[in-house]
């Protein structure tokens, strides 16, 4: 009977060891539902306003975001620009512009952003947003002068604060 119980005992060691501790799993899960993220590739809009913008929205909560760009759309408030645009009167803003068709894609990012965040059961009131743009693939019309096309990759990212 004595060894009988060091068999069990040793049996009861062995599936400790080779059992995954919940705990682990459990912070691992928590780790990776810290951020979320969006990405869009080939959007038709400029990368030098997608850039601009993503400066504009950077650090704020994807509401405001919301909010800010749907005031851009009706031409209340100029995004700031810098490099190389054209000088714009009567904005407040030496280098402002109103991307509108740029800034239809930024607010339907941003509303995925926040599904997103909830769907990994994030609180969506205190989120931060981080926003970076770069060039996208070079397509070109097709004809004499072979013009391409503008395409931008966005990449967003959410996390709480």
Known sequence: MAE???????KKELVQKTE????????KQTLSNKVAT??????????????DICKFIKGKSPKEAIT????????K?????TGEYAHRRGIGIAGGKYPVKSSEYFIK?????????SNKGMNTEKLVVFARASKGAGV?????RRRQFKRAHLYFEAKEK
Do not use: F
């Open 38 to 51: 969006v990405i869009c590739k080939d959007l038709p809009i400029s990368v030098k306003y997608s850039r």
């Open 20 to 27: 995954k501790k919940p705990e682990n799993i459990a912070d």
């Open 4 to 10: 009988e119980k060091i068999k069990q005992e040793e």
């Open 77 to 81: 408030i100029a995004v700031p620009m």
């Open 109 to 117: 990012a941003l509303k995925n952003l926040i599904a997103n965040a």
């Open 140 to 144: 070109t019309h097709s004809g004499w």
């Open 68 to 75: 800010l760009l749907e005031r851009v759309m009706i031409q």
